[in-house]
């Protein structure tokens, strides 16, 4: 069975409704990136940032998986599917897909402040929420300034990669970005992107499509190889 790696990103969640909430200016919902995404922005105003979240929790439990979800989840069926993903949605796992690693978090878990231990959270977090040991809980998210702990395991997963597939993201955002670097030579790369920044060459396969369009093309192209 053919080892089929995802590298995905904000793109094939937006299709489902979810705000990627960062706009031209690099404003998150009105708010600096740093205010609402960075340790330094928690520890100054922790109930903005909890705010922030809470928002993005309750707005992800309001959408559904769409088409392209759907599609990686069946391909399960064929190959050995492994899903590398930015996103902090549940979208995948709720599509059927079931070996996902989220690099930078999921939002429906929490944690205390003082170690990684996390906790499934559907509901608000509020100041005075605490851990088990009296400390504050947080969002699982992985912030600007902090360490990637997924990232070991995502080369690892790339580096065993027989297709490469990358949906919903320009990898613009280190270190994902880098890890197209450690799959095995000559492994054919698949892009769905609307807007491909890059040119199709022998190995790399451009489909100009959005996410949910794209995939239907993308399983044609994979039933050849």
């Known amino acids: 069975?053919?080892?089929?790696?995802?590298l995905s990103g904000a793109g094939i969640s937006a299709?489902?409704?979810?705000?990627?909430?960062?706009?031209?200016?690099?404003?998150?919902?009105?708010?600096?990136?740093?205010?609402?995404?960075?340790?330094?922005?928690?520890?100054?105003?922790?109930?903005?940032?909890?705010?922030?979240?809470?928002?993005?929790?309750?707005?992800?439990l309001q959408v559904q998986p769409n088409q392209a979800h759907v599609l990686l989840a069946d391909l399960e069926k064929k190959y050995k599917v492994s899903i590398i993903t930015q996103n902090v949605d549940d979208l995948y796992e709720r599509a059927g897909s079931t070996n996902i690693t989220h690099?930078?978090?999921?939002?429906?878990?929490?944690?205390?402040?003082?170690?990684?231990?996390?906790?499934?959270?559907?509901?608000?977090?509020?100041?005075?929420?605490l851990c088990p040991k009296g400390h504050q809980l947080r969002p699982h998210i992985v912030w600007f300034g902090e360490?990637?702990?997924?990232?070991?395991?995502?080369?690892?997963?790339?580096?065993?990669?027989d297709i490469l597939l990358?949906?919903?993201?320009?990898?613009?955002?280190?270190?994902?970005?880098?890890?197209?670097?450690?799959?095995?030579?000559?492994?054919?790369?698949f892009l769905i992107d609307p807007n491909p920044s890059i040119s199709k060459t022998k190995q790399l396969t451009i489909i100009p499509k959005k996410a949910t369009k794209g995939m239907p093309i993308f399983m044609e192209h994979i039933n050849s190889i």
Not at 106 to 127: F, H, M, V, W
């Open 103 to 129: 690099l930078h978090g999921e939002l429906l878990k929490a944690r205390s402040t003082q170690n990684n231990n996390t906790i499934p959270c559907k509901k608000d977090i509020n100041l005075g929420d």
């Open 1 to 6: 069975m053919k080892h089929l790696v995802v």
């Open 147 to 161: 360490a990637v702990p997924m990232i070991d395991k995502a080369i690892t997963i790339c580096n065993t990669a």
């Open 166 to 189: 990358i949906i919903g993201t320009s990898l613009q955002v280190y270190p994902a970005a880098n890890l197209i670097a450690h799959i095995p030579e000559q492994t054919p790369v």
């Open 15 to 60: 299709e489902s409704g979810i705000k990627t909430f960062r706009d031209a200016n690099g404003l998150w919902e009105g708010h600096d990136i740093m205010e609402v995404a960075s340790p330094q922005g928690f520890k100054q105003n922790p109930k903005l940032v909890l705010e922030f979240y809470n928002q993005r929790r309750q707005q992800l």
